[in-house]
């Protein structure tokens, strides 16, 4: 099967980076049984930029994304452009 390429963002790397240094509590748990487990030899990225946003977790093996929610999804206005992004 051909690999599936998401195209990549250089725009979003340093952002990305940033969001690595300061991660949230669920996402720094979540890495480390991650990390530790390696859920069944999946390898996982953190902060991995796909298209126009960074996921906070993906694996490529199984076109996994996994999103922690932080604090600024208590923002109404992010609730609105969460919704564009389910849709896309």
């Given at each position: 099967m051909p690999r599936k390429i998401i195209p990549y963002n250089p725009n979003l790397k340093e952002?990305?980076?940033?969001l690595r240094n300061d991660s949230t509590l669920g996402e720094?748990?979540?890495?480390n049984e991650i990390k530790?487990?390696?859920?069944?030899?999946?390898d996982f990225q953190r902060q991995k930029?796909?298209?126009?946003?960074i996921a906070?977790?993906?694996c490529y093996e199984l076109g996994l994304v996994i999103?922690?929610?932080g604090m600024y999804h208590?923002?109404?206005e992010q609730d609105e452009l969460d919704v564009l992004r389910?849709?896309?």
């Open positions: 952002l990305a980076r940033k720094v748990l979540l890495w530790i487990k390696k859920l069944y030899g999946y930029p796909l298209l126009n946003y906070d977790f993906y999103e922690i929610d208590y923002n109404p389910k849709k896309n």
